[in-house]
Every structure is written in C-alpha cells, then in structure tokens.
C-alpha cells in the first residue's frame, strides 16, 4: 500500500512558476511509475508528466513540454513537479499518482495508475 500527499498548489499569475511536492509513504517508490495528472472542471482526467523509479525515464504531454519538468528524490520518496511559465490553462488539480511497473514503456491511462493523492489546486490568473 503507498500513501501519497500532493503540497505546493496555489494562485498564481500567467508566467509565473510553483512546485509541487508528493511524498510517498507506506512503501518505497521502487518499481513504480510516479505520474502527475490534471484536472480542469468538465475534463478528463489528463497525464501531465511521468517518471521511472527505476530507470529515470520521464514523459511529457505535448501541452507542458519545455515547460514542466518532473524529478525525483530516492533518498526522500518524494517526486516533484517544477512548472515554469504558467498559463492560464495550466489551472487545474493536480493529482499525484503512481502506477506500479518494471517497464521502460510509459503507462499513459489514469487505470494504469493504482495510487492516488487528494490532489491539490493549481490557479493561474491571466
């Protein structure tokens, strides 16, 4: 069982940046796929940026490309989403998630995905 808290949401101006944070307890994120989701009222639930555990593998939606970057801390469990020059449809809750998976191959669909945080709002004014 993996427990997953999302930190570091909040209002912010078009251009500007936040971080968010996702620690993870219960387990060690090894053999996981950490992922960040969005979700903007009267939307699917979209994948934003994933990360290997094992392999260091990251994946971008085209949308945030050049823009987001997600890393990760073993030493911390902790997964992060660094997003630079924020739109105004940026605006959503982010979820963290994470599937478990050995392979190098991305899962891309939220029913890959067997853990959830609470999610946390991300706002940006234009």
């Known amino acids: 069982q993996v427990q997953l808290v999302e930190s570091g949401g909040g209002l912010v101006q078009a251009g500007d940046s936040l971080r968010l944070s996702c620690a993870a307890s219960?387990?060690?994120?090894?053999?996981?796929?950490p992922g960040w989701f969005r979700q903007a009222p009267g939307t699917e639930r979209e994948l934003v940026a994933a990360i290997s555990w094992n392999f260091g593998t990251t994946y971008y939606a085209d949308s945030v490309k050049g823009r987001f970057t997600i890393s990760r801390d073993n030493a911390r469990n902790m997964v992060y989403l660094q997003m630079n020059s924020l739109k105004p449809e940026d605006t959503a809750v982010y979820y963290c998630a994470a599937a478990q998976s050995w392979s190098t191959a991305t899962p891309r669909v939220k029913d890959d995905y067997k853990y959830w945080g609470q999610g946390t709002q991300v706002t940006v004014s234009s």
């Open positions: 219960g387990r060690a994120f090894s053999g996981y796929w």
